[in-house]
Nanobody, 127 residues
Framework: QVQLVESGGGLVQAGGSLRLSCAASERTFTAWGMGWFRQAPGKEREFVAAISWSGINLYSADAVKGRFTISRDNAKNAVYLQMNSLKPEDTAVYSC????????????????????WGQGTQVTVSS
């Protein structure tokens, strides 16, 4: 089974930046790409961004557009999330997952499309 390991979280002041990494133990050849989700205490899991392995298809939540950038390194089976202009409301546990089910548009924002979730990395933004 594919294992995902996230890293790069931490404590940062509002307006600061962090870069998250997600490394997969192997490539799932039936997968179309990978995505990032986040979950704050007492809230539901929320889609952040996703990218296809080709790099052609990019998806991002309205809340992070213009601030967060997703990228991938196929050779390393890895995806990254560059987070700039961080806000206190970005505080959450960020997890990556493999995009297994085919999707299009906003369907790719739904957790049911993804599998093999990582343990997550905590991001805390202080005001």
């Amino acid at each position: 089974q594919v294992q995902l390991v996230e890293s790069g979280g931490g404590l940062v002041q509002a307006g600061g930046s962090l870069r998250l990494s997600c490394a997969a133990s192997e490539r799932t050849f039936t997968a179309w790409g990978m995505g990032w989700f986040r979950q704050a205490p007492g809230k539901e899991r929320e889609f952040v961004a996703a990218i296809s392995w080709s790099g052609i298809n990019l998806y991002s939540a309205d809340a992070v557009k213009g601030r967060f950038t997703i990228s991938r390194d196929n050779a390393k089976n890895a995806v990254y999330l560059q987070m700039n202009s961080l806000k206190p409301e970005d505080t959450a546990v960020y997890s990556c997952a493999v995009g297994l089910r085919s999707c299009s548009g906003y369907e790719c924002h739904e957790p049911r499309v993804y599998a093999y979730w990582g343990q997550g990395t905590q991001v805390t933004v202080s005001s």
